[in-house]
């Protein structure tokens, strides 16, 4: 088993990727189409494909970072720039993402992508405050409330860098802020829709959605390698998860394409099982069953 900087070190792709370039293309014109024709669907309808395609594309994005379609980081961005999700600027995205990897999975001190929060400050927060990180842990609290506590916890720490006179992220929030206008420019002036409109029908489900693949990702567990979960899935959800779902697989194999993972995790399905303590979910409907109203861990870090 190799290190985790040498693992993250492997994000790089072998060649151009067709399956990767079919779906770059279907989200942009499935986007644009649902958008453009968006008083056609009624709304109670529109935020299934909606949510899936805004999800579709967070997970182009996470491709993107490790190295697909293309051998160039710069082109990869580039393709995936257009942040239709709005809140989560891609290039900070990229910057914990690599963290994320590198990191001693799970600790809210080294790992960005960790739900947990350090005891210390555990024990500063008031009541409500925690029974807010309580829901948040079971599977509802993280679908209704998730997206919105991770844009908070974002752009608080961007807003505490600029009020420390700290400017060195100036530049990713202003290629942010362009992206989300020429996004938003598509959306209200261009296919007239309203701007809560499409937070209700895009925004909320596709976040949502990233949400719940992200769930209970990464457990806190003595052995590293025991923290990373596989959730096998349904052909629906590995899709729309580009197979992160397989997701003690994608730690093991950084760098290896989405439409390769599954017969990787065919291959070395008892190996990995037997490396990650057993974590393994059958598809999410067994999630939702197990933890739709109960925490599934505590939000304090154990360690």
Request: hydrophobic share 45%.
């Given at each position: 088993?190799?290190p985790?900087?040498?693992?993250?070190?492997?994000?790089v792709?072998?060649?151009?990727?067709?399956?990767?370039?079919?779906v770059l293309?279907?989200?942009?014109?499935?986007?644009?189409?649902l958008?453009?024709?968006?008083?056609?669907i009624?709304g109670?309808?529109?935020?299934?494909?909606g949510?899936?395609?805004?999800?579709?594309h967070?997970?182009?994005?996470?491709?993107?970072i490790?190295g697909?379609p293309?051998?160039?980081?710069?082109?990869?961005?580039?393709?995936?720039?257009p942040?239709?999700?709005?809140?989560y600027?891609?290039?900070?995205?990229a910057?914990?993402?690599?963290?994320?990897?590198d990191?001693?999975?799970?600790?809210?001190?080294?790992?960005?992508?960790s739900f947990y929060v350090?005891?210390?400050?555990?024990?500063r927060?008031?009541?409500?405050?925690?029974?807010?990180?309580l829901?948040?842990?079971?599977?509802t609290g993280?679908?209704?409330?998730?997206?919105?506590?991770?844009?908070?916890?974002?752009w608080?720490?961007v807003?505490?860098?600029?009020?420390r006179?700290?400017?060195?992220?100036a530049g990713?929030?202003?290629?942010?802020?362009?992206s989300?206008?020429l996004?938003?420019?598509?959306?209200?002036?261009i296919?007239?829709?309203?701007?809560?409109?499409?937070l209700?029908a895009?925004?909320?489900?596709?976040?949502?959605?990233?949400m719940?693949?992200?769930?209970?990702?990464?457990?806190y567990?003595?052995?590293?390698d025991?923290r990373?979960?596989?959730?096998e899935?349904?052909?629906l959800?590995?899709?729309?998860?580009?197979?992160?779902?397989?997701?003690?697989?994608?730690?093991d194999?950084?760098?290896?394409?989405?439409?390769?993972i599954?017969?990787?995790?065919?291959?070395e399905?008892?190996?990995?099982?037997?490396?990650?303590?057993?974590?393994?979910?059958?598809?999410?409907?067994?999630?939702?069953?197990?933890?739709?109203?109960?925490?599934?861990d505590?939000?304090?870090y154990?360690?």
């Open positions: 088993m190799q985790a900087p040498a693992r993250a070190a492997q994000f792709s072998a060649n151009v990727e067709w399956p990767t370039w079919l293309v279907a989200v942009y014109a499935g986007w644009m189409l958008t453009f024709n968006w008083t056609s009624p109670w309808l529109l935020w299934l494909p949510g899936y395609l805004v999800t579709l967070g997970s182009l994005q996470h491709e993107a490790h697909h293309t051998r160039n980081r710069r082109i990869n961005l580039a393709l995936v720039w942040q239709l999700m709005l809140w600027p891609l290039e900070f995205y910057e914990q993402h690599t963290r994320h990897h990191s001693d999975l799970t600790d809210p001190e080294l790992d960005p992508e350090a005891p210390a400050r555990w024990r927060l008031g009541d409500v405050h925690r029974r807010v990180l829901f948040n842990q079971t599977f993280r679908m209704l409330i998730g997206p919105w506590l991770g844009s908070y916890r974002l608080r720490a807003a505490e860098r600029l009020l006179g700290d400017f060195s992220h990713i929030i202003a290629r942010h802020a362009t989300c206008a996004v938003l420019y598509w959306v209200l002036v296919c007239d829709m309203p701007f809560y409109f499409y209700l895009f925004v909320w489900p596709g976040s949502s959605l990233m719940m693949r992200s769930f209970l990702e990464h457990r567990r003595p052995e590293r025991e990373t979960v596989v959730v899935g349904c052909l959800t590995q899709l729309l998860f580009l197979n992160n779902n397989f997701h003690a697989v994608h730690h194999h950084p760098g290896l394409a989405w439409y390769r599954p017969a990787t995790w065919r291959r399905r008892s190996a990995t099982l037997a490396r990650n303590g057993n974590y393994f979910y059958p598809g999410y409907w067994s999630i939702v069953r197990h933890y739709l109203f109960k925490p599934w505590h939000p304090a154990p360690a």
